[in-house]
C-alpha cells in the first residue's frame, strides 16, 4: 500500500494514559489530528502503532489495558502494527507499508522512546518527518544523577521537539491542523 501521506498514531493505548500529566490535552489533540485525518479526501493511510509490553506491564500484549484508545474505524483501511521496540520500523512491517516519499505525521506516547526512535528511523529513510507539539507525551521522570530530582513530562516533550528539529523534524503547532491532511 502506497500513501503520499501518512499518519502515525503511536502507542495510544489504555495502560499507558493514566498516569500521564496532561493526559485530556495531548489525548484531545490526538483525537483531533486523527478525525481530521480520517476526514481528508484524499484519505492519508493511519497506521496506529502498538507496544507489546512485557507481563505485568500497563501495555502487557492481550490485555485489555494492551488496547488501543481509538481503535480503527470499521470498515477502514487503517492498520494496526504490533511493535516490541521503541524504532516502530524495527521487528515490524512499517517500513513497507509506507512509501520511502511520504510525508509522515506522527502523534502518540512515549515522547523520549517510541516518539524519538521513530521519527528518526523515518528521517533516516528519507522521509518527511512532522510531529505534532501537543499530541504527543510521556510521564515525569526521576532523575538518578541529581539524586531523585523530578524532570517534568512537559521539559522531556519540549527537549525531544528541538532534538528532532536539528535532526530535520518539523514540528507543528496544532494551530496548523486545518488543512493539513487537505490536497496533498
Known amino acids: 500500500m502506497s500513501s503520499r501521506r501518512v499518519l502515525l498514531v503511536v502507542n495510544v493505548q489504555i495502560g499507558l494514559v493514566p498516569s500521564l500529566p496532561a493526559a ?6 490526538i483525537a ?23 507481563p505485568g506491564d500497563p ?13 480503527p ?6 492498520l494496526v502494527l504490533n511493535k516490541r521496540k521503541s524504532n516502530a520500523f524495527a521487528g515490524t512491517t512499517l517500513g513497507d507499508e509506507i512509501d520511502a516519499e511520504a510525508e509522515i505525521i506522527v502523534v502518540g506516547l512515549l515522547s523520549e522512546f517510541s516518539i524519538k526512535s521513530t521519527c528518526k528511523a523515518a528521517l533516516q529513510r528519507g522521509n518527511t518527518v512532522f ?12 532523575d ?17 521537539e528541538e532534538e528532532l528539529d536539528k535532526a530535520g523534524a518539523i514540528i507543528l503547532e496544532m494551530k496548523y491542523l ?7
Open 24 to 29: 485530556s490535552t495531548i489525548l484531545q489533540n
Open 144 to 160: 538518578l544523577v541529581e539524586a531523585g530530582r523530578v524532570i517534568p513530562a512537559e521539559t522531556i516533550q519540549t527537549q525531544v
Open 32 to 54: 483531533l489530528v486523527l478525525s481530521h485525518a480520517r476526514r481528508a479526501s484524499p484519505a492519508p493511510l493511519i497506521i496506529h502503532l502498538r507496544n507489546c509490553g512485557e
Open 59 to 71: 501495555d502487557e500484549e492481550g490485555t485489555p489495558t494492551w488496547q488501543l484508545l481509538h481503535p
Open 73 to 78: 474505524l470499521p470498515d477502514s483501511d487503517e
Open 178 to 184: 486545518p488543512g493539513l491532511f487537505e490536497g496533498r
Open 131 to 142: 510531529l505534532m507539539a501537543g499530541a504527543h507525551g510521556t510521564y515525569d521522570h526521576k
